[in-house]
């Protein structure tokens, strides 16, 4: 199993913008990132990227609806 880190807490960007939620690393491959997209939970490479219409995008390396389910599937495949 695998353990996470909170790199950045949850922040209010103010009346009108709403807030961003919190990121999460995996514990000892800190280039692989959990974020929240909408309703769906990616987990994300931050070291590999390609550039798409001038936008940095990372390569997805799994996703799910949740994270705990996301941790399930990162969990095997890292293994």
Excluded: H, P
Aim: no cysteine.
């Amino acid at each position: 199993m695998i353990k996470l880190i909170k790199k950045q807490s949850t922040q209010w960007m103010g009346t009108g913008f709403g807030s961003n939620s919190a990121e999460w690393v995996v514990k000892g491959q800190e280039n692989i990132a959990l974020r929240q997209l909408g309703s769906l939970w990616f987990a994300l490479d931050t070291n590999e990227y390609s550039f798409v219409n001038g936008w940095k995008r990372f390569k997805k390396i799994a996703r799910a609806n949740t994270r705990k389910e996301l941790v399930e599937v990162l969990s095997n495949k890292l293994s």
